[in-house]
Structure formats: structure tokens, C-alpha cells
T-cell receptor, first 115, second 115 residues
Framework: KAGVTQTPRYLIKTRGQQVTLSCSPI?????VSWYQQTPGQGLQFLFE???????NKGNFPGRFSGRQFSNSRSEMNVSTLELGDSALYLC??????????????FGPGTRLTVL | DQQVKQNSPSLSVQEGRISILNCDYT??????FLWYKKYPAEGPTFLIS?????DKNEDGRFTVFLNKSAKHLSLHIVPSQPGDSAVYFC??????????????FGKGTLLTVNP
């Protein structure tokens, strides 16, 4: 099976712009999660989608949003970019449908740099 | 409020010896624990997991031990190999409140295995 793919791999934006990142999960996986990784804060949960519905959201401002399509592909959007949004954005997919067993498989990430 | 803690930012071990990476958690609702390995510029790779109904899980050179009363888990790598050099993340998921839909990560331990 192909792994989780994320596009683009690298992105440079300026403050105030908006950005859309894309994620294609492993075939058959219906849960898609997004995480932000920064040197100071580590890996922090952004949100999780299952069957086009957001089931959980982390402690991020409303500038961070996401969605999932009927084919399980997901996008996340960050509006009005700030310098502090520079990070590695990771997408993960999971076959999990219920319960807490939650093995997530990560893509390579999108490295966003905000200038 | 850091619910998953990896108190050692780094660990250096000789090739062939045992590597022990530690992780503590505070949330008693966590009932599933995972270890991930991450190389620079790549997404985390799932290594091994353990459910709270067990106290040990083994997969080849990797063994995870869980001590629920102490809210502590550890990852043992025996024997350690230079290719094991990476950042290791401990993660947890739990029951209820949407916590089963996300992973809470520690900040990672950089393992260096010296030839």
C-alpha cells in the first residue's frame, strides 16, 4: 500500500497570506489527523476528521481550519499567516473507527516557512 | 499542561548495548500508548504500541513496558544499532472527550547510537 502523501513538501509564504496544505491518506483509512511540529512545542494536535466530520480539535486559533472530502483526502488551511506559524505540518491517517486504539501513520510533512 | 513527558532530551549509547527511553504521563484516561521514531525531514514512523490491559509488548529488538500505577512507560532497544539513531516520541490516546481521536505526544528523546 502507498503511504500517506502530503503536498507540497515545502512552502514559503509571507505574513498575512493564506496557505492550503493537502493530504492523501493510506487507502482504506478513513481517519485523518493534522499535527504541527515546532522545535519548542513538539508535536501538537490540530484536528481530526472522519467521514468528512471534524471529531476533535486542538488548541489552535480559528485561523487554522481543515476539511475532509468523501474520498478521505484532507486539506488544512491557515489564513492570515504569522511568523510563528512556521513549522512542519504533519498529516496522519488511521484505520480506527472507534475506541482508543489509535495507530496513526504519518506522511513526510509540509515544511512551511513564513517570512 | 504537558500530559506526556519525556524528561531526557537526549541519550547516547554504544552499539550493541541496551537503549532505554522513558516516558511519563499524567492523564489517567490514557489507555493506549505508542512509540514513534523520527528522522530529520521525515514524518514519524510507528514502532510499537501497548494497551493498558498489558504490561509488556515485544516486537523484535523493541520492547515496551507499561507501569500503570506509576504512569510510566519505557522503550527498550536491544541490541542498539547505529541506524536506530533518531528522535523517539512517546504518544498516548485515551477514552472519551474526543481524546481517543488524537495522540498526545511527548517532546521526544534524541537517541545516538555510537559505533
Amino acid at each position: 500500500k502507498a503511504g500517506v502523501t502530503q503536498t507540497p513538501r515545502y512552502l514559503i509564504k509571507t505574513r498575512g497570506q493564506q496557505v492550503t496544505l493537502s493530504c492523501s491518506p493510506i487507502s482504506g483509512h478513513r481517519s485523518v489527523s493534522w499535527y504541527q511540529q515546532t522545535p519548542g512545542q513538539g508535536l501538537q494536535f490540530l484536528f481530526e476528521y472522519f467521514s468528512e466530520t471534524q471529531r476533535n480539535k486542538g488548541n489552535f486559533p480559528g485561523r487554522f481550519s481543515g476539511r475532509q472530502f468523501s474520498n478521505s483526502r484532507s486539506e488544512m488551511n491557515v489564513s492570515t499567516l504569522e511568523l510563528g506559524d512556521s513549522a512542519l505540518y504533519l498529516c496522519a491517517s488511521s484505520p480506527m473507527t472507534s475506541g482508543s486504539k489509535n495507530e496513526q501513520f504519518f506522511g513526510p510533512g509540509t515544511r512551511l516557512t513564513v517570512l | 499542561d504537558q500530559q506526556v513527558k519525556q524528561n531526557s532530551p537526549s541519550l547516547s549509547v554504544q552499539e550493541g548495548r541496551i537503549s532505554i527511553l522513558n516516558c511519563d504521563y499524567t492523564n489517567s484516561m490514557f489507555d493506549y500508548f505508542l512509540w514513534y521514531k523520527k528522522y530529520p525531514a521525515e514524518g514519524p514512523t510507528f514502532l510499537i504500541s501497548i494497551s493498558s490491559i498489558k504490561d509488556k509488548n515485544e516486537d523484535g529488538r523493541f520492547t515496551v513496558f507499561l507501569n500503570k500505577s506509576a504512569k510510566h512507560l519505557s522503550l527498550h532497544i536491544v541490541p542498539s544499532q547505529p541506524g536506530d539513531s533518531a528522535v523517539y516520541f512517546c504518544a498516548a490516546s485515551g477514552r472519551g472527550g474526543g481524546s481517543n481521536y488524537k495522540l498526545t505526544f511527548g517532546k521526544g528523546t534524541l537517541l545516538t547510537v555510537n559505533p
